[in-house]
């Protein structure tokens, strides 16, 4: 069972939460609501969620400003929040679960299913806070970082580090320039949406490679790139002229 509360400023904002949930999750409990950071903290006190639904801006402070307060919490954390894109960025590097106002009723189910999966899962609650204000703070695309969950571990990484990423069916390698690889339990898909901005290109369906790693490009059986470690890495015939595009630009 999931023992949640909300927290948001806006009236409006926890009364359309409050109602999507009690329609259709039953296996949520709610025990309350806070409308800004001090409310908040005294109400987690006070009813120990294993949730907490949490608002970005309010006008006593943020939802991290009320995160920091908590040197172990016992919650996990799903931020619900109108679009910033910086913002977003940040979270989703720092692999915090997160929802988007309007709530989405799919989203939403998504989410639940994820928090009932993980929820006997330790958290590192530091390490991901760490990575969102590394990122928020740091101008430097080169010192942008991004939490992965191996099995045992997780990770806190600079983008800049990874080579590359290798498809494993739902799985993902990390290939690396300075530790071991390590497998993700997440497809390639959705770091391929992550990392794309940050120069990474997919040449192929079962590998993402960062543009900076690569040496040089074979064009006999179609293309092959070859990046600084000597890998070689397939590129399909309908990613060739893309590539040559984005190579052409650097």
């Known amino acids: 069972m999931i023992r949640a509360i909300i927290v948001d400023d806006e009236p409006r904002a926890r009364e359309t939460l409050l109602g999507v949930i009690t329609r259709y999750f039953p296996n949520v409990q709610l025990l309350g609501e806070a409308a800004g950071v001090n409310e908040a903290f005294t109400l987690i006190e006070k009813v120990n969620p294993n949730v907490v ?25 799903v931020f619900v929040t109108a679009f910033d894109e910086f913002a977003v960025e940040a979270i989703k590097f720092s ?4 929802l988007l106002k309007p709530i989405s009723t799919d989203e939403l189910r998504e989410t639940i299913a994820k928090l009932t ?10 390490l991901k806070l760490q990575a969102f204000f590394d990122n928020v ?26 080579v590359r990423c290798e498809s494993d069916g739902n799985y993902t390698w ?44 074979d064009k006999v059986d179609g293309g092959t790139l070859i990046l600084e470690d000597n890998t070689p ?12 595009s ?5």
């Not at 692999?95 to 997160?98: G, L, V």
């Not at 999966?117 to 530091?126: A, G, H, K, R, V």
């Not at 695309?141 to 990770?155: E, Q, Y």
């Open 246 to 250: 984005i190579l052409e630009q650097l």
């Open 117 to 126: 999966e993980e929820m006997s899962e330790p958290e590192d609650f530091t």
């Open 95 to 98: 692999a915090f679960d997160y």
């Open 137 to 162: 703070n740091s101008i430097e695309r080169d010192k942008k970082k991004i939490v992965l969950k191996t099995a045992n571990s997780i990770h806190l990484v600079t983008i800049s580090n990874i």
């Open 53 to 77: 639904f949490l608002d970005i801006k309010m006008p006593d402070g943020s939802g991290f400003d009320l995160l920091k307060r908590f040197k172990k919490p016992t919650f996990r954390t």
């Open 174 to 217: 990390f290939h690396f320039n300075n530790q071991p690889k390590i497998l993700i339990s997440r497809p390639l898909k959705q770091f391929e949406e992550l990392l794309e901005p940050y120069g990474f290109f997919r040449p192929h369906q079962s590998h993402l490679v960062n543009i900076r790693a690569i040496s040089r490009i």
């Open 233 to 244: 890495i397939p590129v399909s015939v309908r990613k060739r002229e893309q590539l040559f």
